[in-house]
C-alpha cells in the first residue's frame, strides 16, 4: 500500500480572507469520504495527542482535512476564539463538498477546541454527515471555564497562555513567547499568568473569561448549533477525569431530547491521556455513516468499548472494566456525616453513615481554619495539572482537612452519579470556598482520590448559617470488600481555583499579604453525600 498523499491548500471565507488545510488523501484517484478537523494549534500537529495521525485514517479508505482555524497556524485573519467559528466552518464544509476528490460525504472529529467546532454552524445546510466531538461543551462557563463559582485557575491560564505564545510566535514576538514559556516551566505562571496575558493576548478567550463573574451567566457565551445537527450520527467522547465532561453529558442529552441515538464512551481519562483511544471505533462509526459499511458481526473477543453495537460504554475507575450503562443510570446511595468535633484533627474520627431508609442521621459540628500562608493544595482529579486518580493520604493528616469515613465494606458497592455534599456551613469573613473530594480508603491505609469538587461563596451572606451545596465529578467506581469510602472536606484547593482572600472580592490568584485567615463552622445535622443522576437532575 502506497502512503497517503499529502497537500496543502487555500479555503476562502464569506468576508476574503485565506484558511489553511493540509489534505491526505488515499492512494488511488478517488473521490472519497472526507473527515475534517478544524483546531488552533498548528495543522501538523492534528490532534495526535490523542488520535492516530491523519494518515492512518486515509489508509483506510477516508480524505482527511486538518485546517488552521482563522489566525492561528498559516491561516489568515485575527482570531477570536469561538465566535469566529461558525461562518469559517459553514464555508469549510461548502469548499470541501466542491472539490474532486470528496464524494459529497464529510464527517468531523476532534477533542476540546476541535470538538467544540464540529458544532459551531452557521446554517443548517452544508452539515457533516456524522461527527464525533470529544471533551467539549456548548456553555463557556460551565464547560470551559469555571465550576462551582471558581474560575480554573492553573487549567485556564495554563491554557491560555499556551494560545498567547502562538500569537507571540505568529507575529514575531520571540520574547514574549519565551517570557510565556520560561513562566510555564518554572510554575510562575500560577502568579503572574494573568499580568502576561492581559500584556501579551489582552483580547484572546481566556483573558476575557477572567474578567468575568463565573458565579454569573451574564457576559458569558453559551453557544447554539443548528437544530438539524442534533438529529446527525454522532460520538460523543468523554473522561472521568476532563474538565469538559459535564459538557459531553450536555451534548448526549440534547442528542437524545432530538430524538437521535448518539454513540458515548466515557473512560477513565484525563484530557490528554486515552489509555489506547478510540481510533478504531471511530473508523468503524464514519465507516458505517460515510461509507455505508455495515458492521460485520463483531468478535466476542473486542473490547466492549470498541464495539459499534454498544451505544453507550462506560469505564468504571475501581475496576477499569467497561460496562454496557446508561449515564442516566444512577446509584442513589445517600451517607450522613457524624463528628463530635475533631474530624479534622483524627482522620478517623468523622463517620460517614449509609442510611437506605434517607431518614437523617447527620450529627455534629466542627470548625476548620484556612490559613493563606499554607492553603490546602488540589490535586489530581478533573482539574489537576496531575489529572486523574491521585493518592491524597497525606493531604487528608492535615488539621484543616475534615475526613468522615465509612465502615470497611463487606461487598462489592458502585457508585455511578454525580456526587454532591450538601451541609450547613458560615464563616468569619465574607469569603470561603468549600473543597470536597470523594475517596477510596484502602485496605494499607492508603488514600485514593476518585473525584473532586470545589464551591465558592462570597458576600455577607457568607457569615450566616445556611445550607452549601458542592457538586462534585461524575463517577462510575465500585470499592471491593475491605475498602472504606471518604468524603474530604478543605477551603482551599491551590493551584486549581485562586486562594480567597477571605474580604469578599473575587479571588485573583495565589495568596498575598492582605489574604485573610478565615474561619469556617460545618453544622452536621443535615450533612450529607449523595449521588445523583449525572443527567437529567439539577
Not at 500500500?1 to 464569506?14: E, H, I, L
Not at 477546541?113 to 470529544?134: F, K, N, R, S, W
Amino acid at each position: 500500500m502506497s502512503a497517503p498523499r499529502a497537500n496543502d491548500q487555500w479555503v476562502v471565507t464569506s468576508d476574503g480572507l485565506r484558511l489553511r488545510c493540509r489534505i491526505w488523501t488515499p492512494d488511488g484517484s478517488g473521490p472519497w469520504p472526507v473527515l475534517l478537523m478544524r483546531q488552533p494549534y498548528g495543522r501538523a500537529i492534528a490532534s495526535t495527542v490523542t488520535y492516530a495521525h491523519p494518515q492512518w485514517y486515509a489508509q483506510h479508505g477516508f480524505a482527511v482535512v486538518v485546517q488552521d482555524v482563522r489566525g492561528r497556524g498559516d491561516s489568515e485573519g485575527q482570531f477570536q476564539g469561538f465566535r469566529q467559528e461558525a461562518p469559517d466552518g459553514h464555508c469549510t464544509l461548502a469548499w470541501i463538498r466542491a472539490q474532486t476528490w470528496c464524494n459529497g460525504r464529510v464527517g468531523s472529529y476532534g477533542f476540546s477546541y476541535q470538538g467544540l467546532t464540529q458544532l459551531l454552524l452557521a446554517e443548517d445546510h452544508h452539515l457533516p454527515d456524522a461527527l464525533a466531538p470529544a471533551m467539549a461543551g456548548l456553555d463557556e462557563r460551565r464547560h470551559w471555564a469555571s465550576e462551582g463559582g471558581c474560575h480554573w485557575w492553573a487549567l485556564g491560564l495554563g491554557w491560555g497562555l499556551q494560545l498567547a505564545a502562538q500569537a507571540c510566535q505568529r507575529r514575531g514576538d520571540s520574547e514574549g513567547w519565551r517570557e510565556i514559556r520560561r513562566s510555564l516551566e518554572s510554575g510562575q505562571f500560577l502568579g503572574e499568568g494573568l499580568a502576561l496575558l492581559q500584556r501579551l493576548d489582552p483580547d484572546g478567550m481566556a483573558a476575557s473569561w477572567f474578567q468575568l463573574d463565573p458565579a454569573r451567566s451574564e457576559g458569558w457565551r453559551v453557544h447554539k448549533p443548528p437544530a438539524a445537527l442534533w438529529r446527525k450520527p454522532m460520538l460523543l467522547i468523554g473522561g472521568w477525569h476532563d474538565p469538559h465532561l459535564l459538557g459531553v453529558l450536555d451534548l448526549w442529552e440534547r442528542a437524545c431530547a432530538a430524538g437521535s441515538q448518539p454513540w458515548l464512551r466515557i473512560g477513565a481519562w484525563s484530557h490528554l491521556h486515552w489509555n489506547g483511544g478510540l481510533d478504531r471505533l471511530q473508523l468503524a462509526f464514519f465507516r458505517r455513516h460515510l461509507m455505508d459499511e455495515e458492521s460485520s458481526e463483531e468478535p466476542s473477543e473486542q473490547p466492549l468499548q470498541q464495539r459499534l453495537s454498544i451505544h453507550t460504554a462506560l469505564q468504571d475507575s475501581g475496576t477499569g472494566e467497561w460496562l454496557a450503562a446508561e449515564p442516566a443510570a444512577c446509584s442513589t446511595q445517600r451517607w450522613w456525616l457524624r463528628s463530635t468535633g475533631l474530624a479534622a484533627v483524627d482522620g478517623e474520627e468523622g463517620e460517614l453513615m449509609l442510611c437506605p431508609s434517607g431518614q437523617p442521621m447527620g450529627s455534629g459540628e466542627l470548625s476548620l481554619v484556612h490559613d493563606p500562608w499554607r492553603p490546602l493544595p488540589g490535586r489530581g482529579g478533573h482539574l489537576g495539572l496531575d489529572a486523574g486518580i491521585v493518592l491524597r493520604t497525606d493531604l487528608d493528616q492535615r488539621t484543616d482537612v475534615a475526613c468522615f469515613t465509612s465502615d470497611a465494606l463487606e461487598q462489592p458497592l458502585q457508585l455511578q452519579g454525580q456526587p454532591r455534599l450538601v451541609l450547613e456551613a458560615m464563616a468569619d469573613q465574607p469569603g470561603f470556598d468549600l473543597c470536597a473530594a470523594v475517596s477510596v480508603v484502602q485496605a494499607d491505609g492508603q488514600v485514593r482520590q476518585c473525584s473532586t469538587g470545589v464551591a465558592r461563596w462570597l458576600g455577607d451572606m457568607c457569615r450566616s448559617m445556611a445550607p452549601r451545596s458542592v457538586e462534585l465529578q461524575p463517577l462510575l467506581l465500585t470499592l471491593k470488600p475491605g475498602d472504606k469510602l471518604r468524603l474530604s472536606i478543605g477551603l482551599a484547593a491551590w493551584p486549581q481555583i485562586a486562594v480567597n482572600p477571605g474580604d469578599g472580592s473575587l479571588p485573583r490568584g495565589p495568596a498575598g499579604p492582605q489574604h485573610r485567615v478565615i474561619s469556617v463552622t460545618l453544622q452536621l445535622r443535615a450533612g450529607n453525600l449523595s449521588i445523583k443522576p449525572m443527567v437529567g437532575a439539577n
